[in-house]
């Protein structure tokens, strides 16, 4: 099993920034495709980023284009969200997702994936 932990989340005003990171457990994260999602209260868990195994490849939601960046340190085990220009409708709990693939595509697909973190909650004030 792989664990997965969430860190960085917390409370910001509009405009603002945060980096979430993502740590996961084992020898072969470098293999592992790796996806930050968000569920904001009463919604379903929707994709936010998405990136392959290898960081060559990244998908983003339109409405988070130019403004978050996922990004991974293989050498760390650790995915990150830099989220930039946070607005309140970014507000919502954070999961970081893994699947051990060796795709070249950066999966959006809630389902495909295999872990999951605890999640952190993001919260952007206006």
């Known amino acids: 099993q792989v664990q997965l932990v969430e860190s960085g989340g917390g409370l910001v005003q509009a405009g603002g920034s945060l980096r979430l990171s993502c740590v996961a457990s084992?020898?072969?994260?470098?293999?592992?495709?790796m996806g930050w999602f968000r569920q904001a209260p009463g919604k379903e868990r929707d994709v936010v980023a998405s990136i392959d195994w290898s960081g060559g490849n990244t998908n983003y939601e339109d409405s988070v284009k130019g403004r978050f960046t996922i990004s991974r340190d293989n050498a760390k085990n650790t995915v990150y969200l830099q989220m930039n220009s946070l607005k309140p409708e970014d507000t919502a709990v954070y999961y970081c997702a893994a699947k051990s693939s060796g795709v070249t595509v950066a999966i959006r697909t809630p389902t495909w994936y295999d872990y999951w973190g605890q999640g952190t909650q993001v919260t952007v004030s206006s």
């Open positions: 084992g020898r072969t994260f470098s293999n592992y495709a």
